[in-house]
């Protein structure tokens, strides 16, 4: 148990489907992170939160909105996504995104396949 | 903008032999971090290296930072089936956080 909880834990969802990722973590930190794996890239940071404001957006298409409502809570809404967006979804937090903070704890992902 | 290049990719090494994975950054770095990842989990801390040619040990594992902070390595000492799994490196450059490929290390029995 990392203190970073991520559910659900799998996730199958058709093209249309509207469906959200949710992250919670009990470390008291301060930045939250949502990167996707895949076998292309293997590690790609998606958006990074800190202190509930969005301060990265790593070029990600629209059709993943993400909403950070407080430092412990972290979600990802998807809609309309494709088949290439099948991917373990990984959420993570840091005491902070600086120097000397930003050690990243993960949660177990959330498992996504778009059919 | 920002690279981190690992290699390998893949390696593959009888149980009790050594492995190396090495990290090379385009730019200086803050401080480098390593993570673990076992299959079908997902990546844990290991260590952060910060200092210009600091060197780091936990057990059989032995990390380094270079002169210039731009590259590092991990090191294994006499593997063990436990250390399979896939170690990242992730180099830190002011705020933003880049994570390297991977080496996805099998160890053969």
């Known amino acids: 148990e990392t203190g970073v909880t991520q559910t659900p834990r799998h996730l199958v969802m058709g093209m249309t489907n509207k469906k959200s990722l949710k992250c919670e973590q009990h470390l008291g930190h301060n930045a939250m992170y949502w990167y996707k794996q895949s076998a292309k890239k293997p590690l790609e940071l998606m958006f990074v939160y800190n202190f509930k404001e969005q301060t990265e957006n790593n070029s990600v298409p629209s059709r993943f909105s993400p909403e950070c409502p407080n430092s412990s809570h972290l979600f990802l809404h998807l809609h309309t996504l494709q088949p290439e967006d099948s991917a373990l979804y990984l959420c993570?937090?840091?005491?902070?995104?600086?120097?000397?903070?930003?050690?990243?704890?993960f949660g177990a992902g959330t498992r996504l396949s778009v059919l | 903008g920002q690279q981190v290049m690992q290699i390998p990719q893949y390696q593959h090494v009888q149980e009790g032999e050594d492995f190396t994975t090495y990290c090379n950054s385009s730019t200086t770095l803050s401080n480098i971090q390593w993570y673990k990842q076992r299959p079908g989990g997902h990546p844990v801390f290991l260590i952060q290296l910060v200092k210009s040619g600091e060197v780091k040990k936990q057990k059989r594992l032995t990390f380094q930072f270079g002169e210039a902070k731009k590259n590092s390595s991990l090191h294994i000492t006499a593997t063990q089936t436990t250390d399979v799994g896939t170690y990242f490196c992730a180099g830190q450059e002011d705020d933003k956080i880049i994570f390297g490929k991977g080496t996805r290390l099998h160890i053969l029995p």
């Open positions: 993570a937090s840091s005491h902070q995104t600086g120097l000397g903070g930003n050690i990243q704890y």
